[in-house]
């Protein structure tokens, strides 16, 4: 099982845009998850595409503004960050578990280093 790999992240301003990669394995089993974490907070689940059928899911405060989407062939998952707002700011992290969603951080058994977003004028 290769290490998941994260990358996209840096400073955007209020209302900007970033796309967030995954470099994960096996996506017909496994589910992935983008999870973030502040300064000072607990890590959060942000969003989730199964592996079965690549249903998404995500938290009501980014429903509308991010997708998630993923490549099979090149097992890569992304995060389509839009309208981004300050509180947006956290290191992103992806994870995966085996085929079912979850935004439960202990669900999620491998994870990656994680990338810094930030939001800020």
């Known amino acids: 099982q290769l290490p998941l790999v994260e990358s996209g992240g840096g400073l955007v301003q209020p209302g900007g845009s970033l796309r967030l990669s995954c470099t994960a394995s096996d996506l017909d089993v496994h589910a992935i998850g983008w999870f973030r974490q502040a300064p000072g907070k607990v890590r959060e689940g942000v969003s989730c595409i199964s592996a079965s059928d690549g249903s998404t899911y995500y938290k009501d405060s980014v429903r509308g503004r991010f997708t998630i989407s993923r490549d099979r062939a090149k097992n890569m998952v992304y995060l389509q960050m839009s309208n981004l707002r300050p509180e947006d700011t956290a290191v992103y992290s992806c994870?995966?578990?085996?085929?079912?969603?979850?935004?439960?951080?202990?669900?999620?058994?491998?994870w990656g280093q994680g990338t810094q977003v930030t939001v800020s004028s």
């Open positions: 994870a995966q578990r085996w085929n079912t969603c979850s935004l439960r951080t202990r669900d999620f058994d491998s």
